[in-house]
Structure formats: C-alpha cells, structure tokens
T-cell receptor, first 119, second 108 residues
Framework: NAGVTQTPKFRILKIGQSMTLQCTQD?????MYWYRQDPGMGLKLIYY???????DKGEVPNGYNVSRSTTEDFPLRLELAAPSQTSVYFC??????????????????FGDGTRLSIL | KNEVEQSPQNLTAQEGEFITINCSYS?????LHWLQQHPGGGIVSLFM???GKKKHGRLIATINIQEKHSSLHITASHPRDSAVYIC??????????FGTGTSLTVIP
C-alpha cells in the first residue's frame, strides 16, 4: 500500500500565483486532514473532511480551499499565494472514529509533506 | 498559551541512555497521540492512548488523565531514535492540537 501520497514535494511560487497541493490515500479512510507546519510551531489544522462531499474549516483556513469529491483525494488549493503561506504542508488520513462524534480519535497516517516557498 | 506543552524542547543523550519526554495539555481529550518526525520530514504515528500505558519495543507511553500529563520513554536509546517527537491531542471539543515537538539527538 502506498498510504498517503502528496505531490509535489517541493514548489516555489510567486506572490499572487495559484496552485493545488494534491493528496491521495489508498486505505479507504473517511477522515482526511491538511496541516501546515511553520518553524518552531506545532502543526496547525487548515481544513479537514469526514467523508466524500464534506469539508470543514480547521484552525487556520484563510487563504485556502479544499474539495473532497472522492474518498481517496483531498486537494488543497491556494488561490492567491502570499509570503505568509510559506510553510511545509502535511496531508493525513485516519479511519472512522470510535464512538466519539466529530474528530477521529484513531491514529493518523501522514504524507511526506510538501515544502512550499512563496517569493 | 498553547493547549499542548512539551518539555524539553531539545534533548541530547548518549547512546544507551533512558530518555523521557513530557507532554502536558489543558483541554479535555478523547485521545493523546505521540508522533515521530524524521529528519527528512516524514511523520509517523507511534502511539494513541486514552488511559494507562502502551509499549512498542523500546518505546513506552503513559498518560495520567487526572493530571493531564503524558510521558514518552525510550529505553536503551540509539542514534536511529534521533528525531522530533510530537505530542498531539484530539479534544472533546472536536479539535486537534499539537505540541511544538521535542528534538532528540542520540550520540553514539
């Protein structure tokens, strides 16, 4: 199994450009997440999805959009890149939650990350 | 103030030493996670626990719900254990919070 696959691994953008970070998982997980990791900071949740057709904002959603048309794919879109969006982006997935509603309390499987620089 | 605090931020140990990394949190949780981030950036889930203690090989994770505290122990540390160890909690308020990580270097 490939697990969680993110592409690209590295990208440099100019201010104002747009791009889509791709994330796909082959584990049939319902829950998927996008995080950003800034130097010296903990991971911050951007958006998450509890299943195909359902997405919701995390802690830092501004400047980003997501879609979840299939169980496997959860792309993250930057419409107008800004220097503040320079970061490392991680996609993750997890199986269905237990009895607790909302966020999955199951272990998350992470992609290898996308290092994005905006100049 | 962060919802999840880890200590120490940086830790250097000699090979073979017993290592402890601490995590305190301030929210009600449904589960606590310990993650390992390798120098290349990949993140791996080590443990998920909501009570008691779990053990995988040389790694042991404990949690005290009353004290809102967890520890990750590494016995007989090895240079390949060098990584950043991240504590994260999934809260009862449907949020997921991460600590800033503990950078561990094990010297041969």
């Amino acid at each position: 199994n490939a697990g969680v696959t993110q592409t690209p691994k590295f990208r440099i953008l100019k201010i104002g450009q747009s791009m889509t970070l791709q994330c796909t998982q082959d584990m049939n997980h319902n829950y998927m997440y996008w995080y950003r990791q800034d130097p010296g900071m903990g991971l911050k949740l951007i958006y998450y999805s509890v299943g195909a057709g359902i997405t919701d904002k995390g802690e830092v959603p501004n400047g980003y959009n997501v879609s979840r048309s299939t169980t496997e794919d959860f792309p993250l879109r930057l419409e107008l890149a800004a220097p503040s969006q320079t970061s490392v982006y991680f996609c993750a997935s997890s199986p269905n939650p237990g009895q607790i509603a909302g966020y999955s309390n199951q272990p998350q499987h992470f992609g290898d990350g996308t290092r994005l620089s905006i100049l | 103030k962060n919802e999840v605090e880890q200590s120490p931020q940086n830790l250097t140990a000699q090979e073979g030493e017993f290592i402890t990394i601490n995590c305190s949190y301030s929210v009600g949780i449904s589960a606590l996670h310990w993650l390992q981030q390798h120098p290349g950036g990949g993140i791996v889930s080590l443990f998920m626990l909501s009570s008691g203690k779990k053990k995988h090989g040389r790694l042991i994770a404990t949690i005290n719900i009353q004290e809102k505290h967890s520890s990750l122990h590494i016995t007989a540390s090895h240079p390949r254990d060098s990584a950043v160890y991240i504590c994260a909690v999934s809260s009862t308020g449907n949020q997921f919070y991460f600590g800033t990580g503990t950078s561990l270097t094990v010297i041969p």
